[in-house]
């Protein structure tokens, strides 16, 4: 089974852009989960989608936004970058209600 | 939100002792504390995960000790290997809005 995949891997950005990052789960998971990892902070959620819905969300701002497609597949987007937003943003998949959260390998986040 | 606090930031063992993180807990409505590792360049992967009806779980070298009374559990690896040389988080489930809470990570360094 394909585990979680995440794309692109890195990226690079400057001051004011936009981003959109994307995230396919494990077959036969819908809920997916979304995380930022950094050094300082560790890993912080950002929002948890299931069925095209978003069910949870973390503390952050607005900028911050995310969607789930009918195929479980999600998406997000950080609108006018800053520079504290270059970290590693990991996505993770599971069964509803699920104990263990699977994660994908990650996307590296540089604004410059 | 639920803290999870773990300790410590980083640690470095010789090979073949024996490496010990900790964590610490503030619900006790907690049914389930995982811990995860990551390898430089990858996402976080289960490691092993115990539930508060037991006291210890041991999978091979790794072994989870959970005090109840205490609100702590510990990850202990014996006969610490170089390749165990990862960060290792601590979680526990968030019966608010977050999937999982995890603590700030160890970064276990093994030396031959």
């Known amino acids: 089974k394909a585990g979680v995949t995440q794309t692109p891997r890195y990226l690079i950005k400057t001051r004011g852009q936009q981003v959109t990052l994307s995230c396919s789960p494990i077959?036969?998971?819908?809920?997916v989960s979304w995380y930022q990892q950094t050094p300082g902070q560790g890993l912080q959620f950002l929002f948890e989608y299931f069925s095209e819905t978003q069910r949870n969300k973390g503390n952050f701002p607005g900028r911050f936004s995310g969607r789930q497609f009918s195929n479980s597949r999600s998406e997000m987007n950080v609108s006018t970058l800053e520079l504290g937003d270059s970290a590693l943003y990991l996505c993770?998949?599971?069964?509803?209600?699920?104990?263990?959260?699977?994660f994908g390998p990650g996307t590296r986040l540089t604004v410059l | 939100q639920q803290q999870v606090k773990q300790s410590p930031q980083s640690l470095i063992v010789q090979k073949g002792g024996i490496s010990i993180i900790n964590c610490a807990y503030e619900n006790t409505a907690f049914d389930y504390f995982p811990w995860y590792q990551q390898f430089p360049g990858k996402g976080p992967a289960l490691l092993i995960a115990i539930r508060p009806d037991v006291s210890e779980k041991k999978e091979g070298r790794f072994t989870i000790s959970f005090n109840k009374s205490a609100k702590q559990f510990s990850l202990h690896i014996m006969d610490s290997q170089p390749g165990d040389s990862a960060t290792y988080f601590c979680?526990?489930?968030?019966?608010?809005?977050?999937?999982?809470?995890f603590g700030k990570g160890t970064r276990l360094s093994v030396i031959a």
């Open positions: 979680a526990a489930p968030n019966s608010g809005n977050t999937p999982l809470v």
């Open positions: 993770a998949s599971s069964f509803l209600g699920a104990d263990t959260q699977y």
């Open positions: 077959s036969g998971h819908r809920s």
